[in-house]
């Protein structure tokens, strides 16, 4: 879809045409009178050009002046080096995609060599650009730059040991093992979310905590996008909300290589990138000659900065492989090492007389500046802080902490606690209580809905809207868009420790974003998901719209608490694990109708995953145990005053998180669930599947295994059997 | 988004200017120097015209002629039936959504009274216009009608039962329901994705059994879809498949109504619609008075049906609730009945004397037309098929198949079989043999990958590339849209009973495509998921590419089979499940890596879900069961034989679907898994999750309750433990 746009607006200087700060003039909409100058479409071999709409090009083409970089030999020098790190990593491991980085190693250079702001030295410093690698295939790109740039993270060593047992270079970019990793990519189009995210953290912060006299957060973000990420769903989401919030230091970088796994990309993929991009609200521009066109690259960078009232999108044409002479431009070379054979004739061709891994010694030493100017960048930086928090005592203080993750002393007792006296209250409306009087206390909150803001109860009510010209605020509006939510919250998370992203909508929707949530557990971002309507008892919504399985599927996801509070201390106990946890996700499944607060349920309960809410038995033997969670606690609850009333010993468990029950230890579980106690019934409006484990073989596990169905909650739980005589007739079979 | 875009071209007479059949004049690229006249922007108050880049309008904008109508006030008298039907029946309920079925009315009315072929007294005629309501939440406006058409499922009975328990008519339009309703919606986005899959199934069948003399299969494809749906990604990657394969015969109606639950949609939605779907390659038209405005409808859609190259969306501005006079465009319409007091107030507003529920016998009598005209419609096309079977007997028994669902006798005489001595191979290239022998015998095999066709092994050799220029071929290239894609089987698989879907990616980006598989599940579409690379041994990729907790998490999902083949024979039998599962989908879990053809497996055990591989045991007493699924039942069955070899009686089960188990007889199950046999040792390189149910509780699970990582695959499965020598030695601990 790329170069069969066939006609452009060529700026010979596009330093003085169109590097303005005036949004007014910077706006492509300024410009299509020039633009029909140049209607007629020119040739094309494009399959598609007969059978789609070919607009035309309305975004800005920068064909930039001659080079005038002192030594473009050895920038030449550098790529080169950048492209046979990959080759030589690929080629050791046998394994990997050696396509994108030979491709996009011009790109990689300008901006890790040129353009952003970095300390190797310490990959945390907290002002730095932050870069991201959506492509995540193509992480040797990555590797081989953090490499020259001076990360200690990835030695020769590690580059050799590319795609190894417990390597710091693993098969895609993971944050968690190789610091200078910002996010973990490689599930195509969370990278570009996660860096909407990343860049709206850093425009949030900056509106809070600048001053006239000290902008004290100042960086930029930039992303590497690839034909794969740009069909991506979950792309269009965030890039959408990304021009919907003017994220001016978004800039991200879109390889159009025309080769996907499956070939051309024209086989699947022919839409107008540019004309969508313009339609979401970005500045749009496309250097042609990504491959050899330096220039271009550094006056398209330069351009995109200028433009400070939206987000950027480059297209760079390359093409994949570049110097494989067999092998560029076709999909053999995406995913597997090219050979010994074609490693030979791509030496040959770029005139690479190196043996594996060298790193020739001008190369070396140009970069080696960036340790001593990132220790500078940092050092002023640093300096700049210590300005500011002379004068900005209390601001910096806070700040401090977002940048730390450490939470206030004391912002625990902002939990509201409940009595059984409070009136009955849906979880979800609980939840809101939590959310306010935590937004009083911890300052890196922030988070909304995808749309159901009035339904998951969510909105921070001492703050705004965070928008575009309202930057400081906390409530974020991130429309039907859930996907795109939980990946951008995964860059909040992991843009600064003390950032406490949460997100919202209907259980059930976490279908729609278990992309995001599963690396939200993978690469530890501490992401709260706030999901409500968590079981039939949503009612008339009907099956559609009622979570059946997702308890389930949760609990045997690694790394993630899945939490189903009961009610108000159950609520304010997840939410203090939920916050406390800030390398493990939390899922909070809320219910929509009201539940009683319980007598016997506890923050401290919470915490230990399982324990005891009533009991009137004696010697750790109750006749049978019965097990809730969340809505159900309360059936259980009262079958076991009801079966007391028998003459029954009867304990009653709440079962809040499986998570945090499995790490207490033997002794404590003994005391709440005796081996020797097999009679055991649990109540849970959803699956079954998992339960034996908790009420073995000889116990009874009461659950929904079918859809549901819509009508009035009320019924559905009489007709589905998710009641309380259910609970005694099945206990009474067990005793 | 909408009415800021504010130039628009006004074409007072669209029947002469833009009704060509020719691409070329009808494309909007031919009308820009026509535009560039208008390119000064009119005030507007939208919130964003400061922020956002406002592109001059270049969609063309159909303001019609006067109405042509015989009888306008008749057309006005229907829609307002239609209006108080779903405003009566939400108030009686006391849920539900009246909003969109108010302000879609006039829409609704025309398509179903004036536009749409269909035949109420059979649902299921094949030929007829399929509609989808992607923005689900609005079914009262199909309810009301599908009443006022005559069709039996939708009695004013079941109106009054809207949302009531075993009602015909849901929370949410549900085929399996609802005669009349074509998929199931709500959860956002699917709609219109399932909507290109009716289209795309259209265009193919008609491709290949339509002759010149007689086209046998025409029909349209109509969507509505809210703004919800269009932030959804699903939407945009099914749409720019639409676009790409130039689905003519697709029409979409937005509903541009400018609100959403959280209030006005400028709070998070202020892209042009208008240019993301002209970059896609649709035909973009806006009505800008679709309350009222019934002849811009009509030559609205008369313009989309003269475009045949590309889709249409014809953007709809309309008003949310019209006719409530408080609640009318605003949020509190959207989701909530009006209450009384408003439904008075409305009455009053739109001058509806009428008592509840009444259809004024006007408006009865107008529509009463359909069920002769309907019977009509399928009179003459089953003459037109008489006339083909005729002329084309072979085409025409196949596509009766294809219409009634019934397989060819003997189709599974096509499966494959295997012996031990077969070399060992991935059960993903497996698949791919038992994919290409079922082309061979099912004419309504069609699928393909999500841009991953070299590893999903999905190509049909005998078949080339279904593209815009080449429909009637079989090998769907989906790109890199999961989300779409799955939805898009379940539209395809919808269309028509005889046409089975399948579609492929890697098992862990399931994560993707969720909402999908779901919905394929509960609305009863048996989509064939080839889901490769299923475990950690897919190597080097890493944790991001591995899935860990997928198998368990849909064997806990309602109405799908879990299947997990270990060699030839069981992919064989997984194929055999899957075809004839046609209301149930299916999940293929296959391998990347090799595995060897195992003596003992079958076809006829994998139908049963769990069986015996191999056994030295007598009398249904074994010392221990080894339990494995997909490559790790090699494992099993190794261990088996070193156990053996020390005296032990073993069994070795295959457990390739617990969904297939569980329905056995309770006699087969104890012959497999005899209660008194407490030692049972399972492996499955995935969570342990649920599986306590198989081995209860005194039985030891092997498996990974963690990430994954990035080393080769051997070396990630002995470091995890994955091993024979673990089962082994568990097997011991427990005899």
Redesign the interface.
């Known amino acids: 879809m790329s170069s069969s746009s066939s006609t452009s607006l060529y700026l010979t200087n596009p330093h003085l045409t169109r590097h303005t700060s005036s949004p007014s003039t910077t706006?492509?909409?300024s410009l299509?009178?020039t633009i029909?100058l140049n209607?007629t479409p020119t040739p094309t071999t494009h399959l598609?050009q007969s059978?789609?709409?070919?607009?035309?090009a309305?975004h800005a083409s920068v064909s930039a002046p001659p080079s005038t970089t002192t030594d473009s030999s050895l920038v030449e020098k550098s790529v080169n080096t950048i492209r046979f790190l990959a080759v030589d990593s690929v080629e050791k491991?046998n394994?990997?995609h050696p396509g994108l980085p030979m491709g996009c190693a011009p790109m990689g250079h300008v901006l890790y060599d040129e353009v952003m702001r970095y300390n190797p030295k310490n990959p945390f410093w907290f002002n730095r650009d932050r870069f991201v690698l959506s492509a995540?295939?193509g992480c040797m790109l990555q590797y081989a730059l953090l490499h020259l740039a001076g990360y200690d993270s990835v030695k020769v060593e590690d580059l050799k040991q590319f795609?190894?047992?417990?390597?710091r270079t693993?098969?895609?970019p993971?944050n968690f093992e190789t610091p200078g990793i910002e996010v973990?990519?490689?599930?195509?189009?969370q990278g570009i979310a996660n860096a909407v995210g990343l860049a709206l953290a850093e425009k949030h912060l900056a509106a809070r905590f600048n001053k006239p006299d000290n902008e004290i957060i100042d960086h930029y973000t930039y992303c590497i996008l690839g034909?794969?990420?740009q069909?991506?769903?979950?792309?269009?989401?965030a890039c959408?909300?990304a021009?919907?919030w003017?994220l001016g230091k978004l800039i991200a970088f879109y390889d159009d290589n025309h080769i996907?796994?499956?070939g051309d990309?024209e086989?699947?993929?022919?839409?107008?990138?540019?004309?969508?991009?313009?339609?979401?609200?970005?500045?749009v521009i496309w250097v042609k000659n990504g491959n050899t066109g330096f220039d271009e690259i550094r006056a398209a960078i330069k351009e995109a900065k200028a433009v400070k009232?939206?987000p950027t999108l480059i297209k760079f044409t390359t093409t994949i492989g570049y110097g494989s002479p067999n092998k560029s431009n076709s999909?053999s070379v995406h995913g597997s090492a090219l050979g010994a054979k074609e490693v030979d004739a791509t030496r040959n061709n770029l005139g690479w007389p190196y043996e594996p891994f060298h790193v020739p010694e001008d190369v070396k030493k140009h970069w080696s500046r960036h340790i001593r100017e990132g220790a500078a960048l940092e050092s002023e930086w640093n300096a700049k802080f210590a300005d500011y928090e002379k004068k900005y005592k209390e601001e910096a203080a806070v700040l401090k902490s977002i940048i730390s993750g450490d939470l206030p002393a004391g912002w625990e007792k902002a939990l509201p606690t409940y009595t059984p006296e409070i009136p009955a209250d849906a979880t979800r409306n609980l939840s809101q209580q939590n959310l306010n009087a935590l937004a009083n206390v911890l300052p890196g909150l922030i988070g909304g809905?995808a749309?159901?803001?009035?339904?998951n109860m969510t909105l921070l009510k001492k703050f705004g809207?965070f928008?575009?010209?309202s930057p400081a605020e906390r409530n974020v509006?991130?429309?039907?868009?859930?996907?795109?939510m939980g990946a951008i919250c995964n860059g909040i998370a992991l843009h600064s420790r003390g950032l406490i992203p949460y997100c919202a909508t209907f259980f059930?929707?976490t279908?729609?974003m278990?992309?995001a949530i599963?690396?939200s557990?993978?690469s530890e971002a501490g992401v709260i998901y706030v999901m409500t309507h968590d079981s039939i008892g949503l009612?008339?919504?009907?099956?559609?719209?009622q979570p059946?399985?997702h308890l389930?599927?949760f609990?045997?996801?690694?790394?993630i608490l899945m939490l189903r509070p009961a009610d108000g201390n159950e609520t304010a106990g997840a939410y203090k694990v939920a916050v406390l946890n800030r390398k493990r996700p939390s899922i909070l499944a809320l219910s929509r109708q009201k539940l009683p607060n319980l007598a016997g349920t506890s923050i401290e309960g919470v915490e230990k995953g399982g324990y005891i809410v009533s009991d009137n038995s004696t010697g750790n033997k109750p006749d049978v145990i019965l097990i809730g969670t969340g809505s159900e606690l309360e059936i259980a609850y009262k079958a076991g005053e009801d079966l007391r009333k028998e003459g029954k010993a009867v304990r009653v468990v709440s079962f809040v998180s499986w998570e945090l029950f499995d790490e207490q230890s033997q002794a404590y579980k003994e005391s709440v669930l005796p081996t020797a106690v097999t009679a055991r019934v649990s109540i849970e409006a959803g699956?079954t599947?998992?339960w034996?484990?908790i009420v073995?073989?000889k116990g009874k596990a009461i659950g929904i295994?079918?859809?549901g169905?819509?009508?009035?909650a009320g019924?559905?739980y009489k007709?589905f059997g998710i009641t309380k005589e259910a609970v005694i007739a099945a206990a009474k079979e067990l005793i």
């Open positions: 706006r492509l909409s299509p009178s029909t209607r598609s059978h789609h709409l070919r607009h035309t309305i491991a394994s990997g995540g295939h795609r190894q047992w417990e390597s693993p098969g895609h993971e973990t990519t490689g599930p195509l189009g034909d794969g990420c069909m991506e769903g979950i792309a269009n989401e959408s909300l021009g919907h003017g996907s796994i499956d990309t086989i699947a993929f022919t839409e107008s990138v540019e004309k969508r991009f313009e339609g979401l609200g970005w500045h009232d939206r999909y809905s749309d159901l803001a009035s339904s809207d928008q575009s010209d509006r991130f429309g039907v868009r859930e996907h795109g059930v929707f279908d729609y278990r992309g599963r690396l557990a993978l009612g008339e919504d009907g099956p559609t719209h059946i399985e389930a599927s609990r045997a996801m690694p790394n699956s599947f998992g034996e484990k073995g073989s295994d079918r859809f169905a819509s009508a009035p019924t559905i007709e």
